[in-house]
């Protein structure tokens, strides 16, 4: 061992005896090199090179397969427009078209549907307003021969079958052509009474937004922007602030409350006071002292800035759109609450002044997060007073009654529920396709079994007297429905989840309006042959 080392020494030497210096010189000779300007603009052009290579190569790739752009467009677009016209594209290409041209599938029924079709078309090339006005009445549903189905609006990116376009294109056309035209057939009364009785038969349509985000603000945006907003809407925790916020503006508001929503100039300042911040130490403390996390006089202070003073009746009465927040009640002796106008329509939405609650803050008093709440109201005069004076306090709506389905179909006659759930309790449970898988169905049936068991425990668990109040909460949680006739679930990762409580930035706001849209944009055509 001891010659070879002699001779890796000597040909070290040898080596600098040739370069005409010592080996450190060289090292150092080395690094002056390779820092000249030479060098620098020769890293410079091969990084260059390497990064229009790969967009060189990512542009072949599209133009040799078109799909792969469309795909990649699909998930991109900032816009609806952008999104139906890559969804068109992408149909087209696949050969989608051809199954859509084609009336027949066992999905449906389409000779009722072609049957139909053909009689309003009849009636209405002959002008006979009495004869359309009697087909509409008799033959209007809203699920007509099952062209609601799933499944036909599964198989595309975009669209469903030509039939049931054409079919609602001509309700539509109808409807505008009855509304509009003045006759001796048929006087303003009749029209009134046929629209009224039609809208009762046909049933009507609910926006239901769950607690749990942001996203709720691209889902009201996109509905909004394509005239498909429903008129009753609902809201439970943290989707009652933006129902809230909905409802107490007319028409002509709506436009820039949405582009204040969904831009950097909303501040959402629920958690965290610019004067006096909200630490975890601070929260910590108020939890071990009065067992919650967060102060609830934040949170009225935000709906003191975004929303105006008035009642549920007043709010109705400006706008005609039907508020509707879910409570629950902090104890287990009394059923959760759905106020509207209706059932509570002296009750206050937003309270002038911060030693009054308000009305949203109930709705999103979370057990262990924020206090329960007494709800106000405006007396006769206008004097704000306890709505209950029992005392009975209120907390998160969502923890029984996150969609109250059942209770708006009772007061409104609502048979379709649109519903955007971003509950992070519930969003890893729920389907998002529309035709679920067969392993997605073998998952379902586990779940629902490991649910069923774990309710019947809580139940037994209940009649021993084990923390009764707990494992009432907890069952109400796990046995609600949590999906509608179409539901809305945005793109949200579960580090999403550890943002909830905290305060949210414009761009967080941004991208959440974002990812309300995207997720709408697919059920836009699916709601126009339900609405």
């Known amino acids: 061992m001891a010659p070879q080392n002699n001779n890796y020494t000597s040909n070290l030497e040898d080596s600098a005896d040739y370069n005409g210096s010592n080996p450190d010189q060289n090292t150092e000779a080395s690094v002056n090199n390779r820092s000249s300007p030479s060098s620098l603009f020769s890293g ?28 990649h467009l699909l998930d991109v677009a900032s816009n609806y427009e952008q999104w139906s ?20 599938s066992p999905d449906y029924d389409y000779d009722l549907l072609q049957q139909r079709l053909q009689q309003l078309k009849k009636a209405r090339k002959s002008g006979d307003l009495s004869h359309m006005t009697f087909l509409l009445k008799t033959s209007l549903a809203r699920n007509l021969g099952d062209m609601g189905q799933p499944k036909l609006y599964a198989y ?22 009855l509304c509009d ?8 009364k009749d029209k009134l009474e046929f629209f009224i009785n039609t809208r009762q038969s046909f049933g ?35 989707g009652s602030i933006f129902a809230a916020l909905l409802c107490t503006k007319t028409d002509d508001e709506i436009p820039e409350t949405l582009r204040t929503l969904s831009s950097s100039e909303f501040h959402l300042e629920v958690f965290e006071r610019s004067s006096e911040p909200d630490t975890w130490l601070m929260r910590i403390n108020r939890f071990l002292k009065q067992g919650v996390l967060f102060d609830a006089d934040i949170l009225k202070e935000c709906m003191r800035r975004n929303i105006p003073d008035m009642t549920f009746q007043e709010a109705y009465n400006r706008t005609r759109r039907i508020l509707n927040i879910t409570v629950s009640t902090s104890t287990v002796y009394e059923m959760p609450r759905l106020l509207n106008y209706l059932t509570a329509p002296d009750v206050i939405i937003r309270s002038p002044s911060p030693i009054v609650i308000i009305c949203s803050a109930a709705s999103c008093s979370i057990p262990c997060i924020y ?8 007396d006769k005069t206008g ?54 898988s067969p392993v997605s169905r073998l998952v379902g049936w586990f779940l629902f079994l490991a ?61 959440a309006t974002l990812r309300g849209e995207r997720a709408t944009w697919p059920s836009i055509l699916p709601l126009l042959s339900l609405m």
Request: glycine residues 4%; neutral net charge.
């Open 383 to 436: 004097k704000v007073v306890p709505w209950n004076p029992s005392g009975h306090r209120w907390i998160d709506g969502s923890v029984e009654n996150d969609l109250p389905m059942n209770r708006l179909s009772e007061l409104f006659n609502v048979n379709h529920f649109i519903v955007c759930q971003v509950n992070p309790h519930v969003v890893p449970f729920l389907q998002k396709k529309l035709i679920p």
């Open 156 to 177: 595309t990116h975009i669209g469903t079958k030509r039939l049931i376009e054409s079919y609602i294109a001509e309700v539509v056309k109808q409807m505008n052509i």
């Open 85 to 104: 016209e890559a969804a068109k594209m992408l149909d087209q290409l696949e050969g989608k078209d051809q199954w859509k041209n084609d009336a027949k």
């Open 181 to 188: 035209t003045e006759s001796d057939d048929i006087s303003t």
């Open 371 to 378: 206090n329960s709440v007494p709800l106000m109201a405006k």
């Open 451 to 511: 649910i069923s068991e774990l309710e019947h425990r809580l139940t037994q668990l209940s009649e021993f007297g084990v923390m009764p109040s707990l494992l009432y909460r907890t069952k109400a949680i796990m046995s609600q429905r949590y999906y509608g006739d179409i539901t809305i679930v945005p793109n949200i990762s579960y580090t999403d989840f550890f943002k909830i409580l905290s305060n949210p930035t414009p761009e967080l706001v941004q991208e």
């Open 44 to 71: 410079i052009k091969s990084v260059a090179f390497d990064v229009s290579s790969y967009w060189a190569n990512k542009l072949y790739d599209a133009v040799r397969d078109p799909r792969a752009y469309y795909k």
């Open 204 to 238: 009507r349509t609910a926006l239901l937004l769950s607690g749990g985000g942001l996203a709720h603000i691209g889902v009201i945006k996109c509905l909004y922007e394509c005239k498909l907003l429903p008129r009753i809407i609902s809201g439970a925790s943290s």
